[in-house]
């Protein structure tokens, strides 16, 4: 979940610019953050497992969702809840998937519901899984995406498979604290890469692209029309 690729997705959604701040830039975090270090644990855990389980399905419609595998977090990590037989997993990231320096990156209020294809579950959700191993463990940010860049230099996380995606389809996730849900939209996760041969970015696309040079990865967003459960994203079609 990349919050910042959010803040910016809405400036490009209202003025089609911009990415959805999920993406990582290292630079130092702004001393004027709301949100400075971590919170209590229990501010970032759902007390309610079925809460959880349900707020994780609902990043993609039933067809898939309903026999996806569900990650759910705990004080160990994320475990599983719900056994799935078509390869997709859906879970709910937290803020610390966010760029080193988004100001929401310790946001307890974030929840992202996400559900990932096999290739992402396979690929893309390692990091997340890593991340909130270190973070758990009580490692800084700085430490964290030391342990990322050491992790893919030694080959420990996996090579990007092709077709990586994920839905963010949920009416009822909250990515940061400017735009709350924002809008449905899909993710597709590829190695490093020119956004220009999405045409991303580029006056009247869809695609939007953000560059995670720490993640190695180009994520390109698409905007869609409607949420998991069918209904229109009416600030949209507007």
Not at 77 to 87: E, F, P, R, S
Not at 189 to 209: E, M, R
Not at 218 to 237: K, L, Q, R, Y
């Amino acid at each position: 979940m990349r919050q910042d690729l959010v803040g910016m997705i809405v400036v490009t959604v209202l003025a089609h610019v911009v990415v959805l701040n999920l993406g990582l830039w290292a630079r130092p975090q702004n001393a004027g953050t709301p949100y400075p270090t971590m919170a209590p644990l229990d501010q970032y855990l759902m007390a309610d497992r079925d809460a959880e389980i349900a707020l994780a399905k609902s990043a993609a419609p039933k067809a898939i969702s309903d026999n996806a595998e569900v990650l759910v977090l705990d004080r160990q990590g994320y475990t599983t809840a719900v056994h799935g037989t078509n390869g997709f997993v859906c879970a709910v990231e937290r803020s610390w998937t966010a760029e080193i320096d988004n100001p929401d990156f310790w946001n307890p209020k974030l929840r992202g519901p996400i559900c990932f294809n096999p290739p992402a579950a396979r690929t893309y959700l390692p990091f997340t899984i890593l991340k909130t191993k270190l973070v758990l463990a009580g490692k800084s940010k700085t430490q964290m995406f030391d342990a990322i860049a050491a992790a893919l230099d030694k080959k420990e996380l996996p090579a990007m498979e092709p077709g990586a995606m994920c839905y963010m389809l949920s009416k009822e996730g909250y990515l940061n604290d400017r735009v709350g849900h924002w809008h449905p939209h899909l993710m597709f996760f590829v190695p490093s890469t020119d956004a220009k041969t999405w045409g991303a970015d580029l006056p009247g696309s869809p695609v939007l692209a953000d560059d995670d040079p720490q993640d190695r990865l180009t994520i390109f967003m698409v905007s869609v029309a409607n949420w998991s459960d069918g209904t229109a994203d009416v600030e949209s079609s507007h």
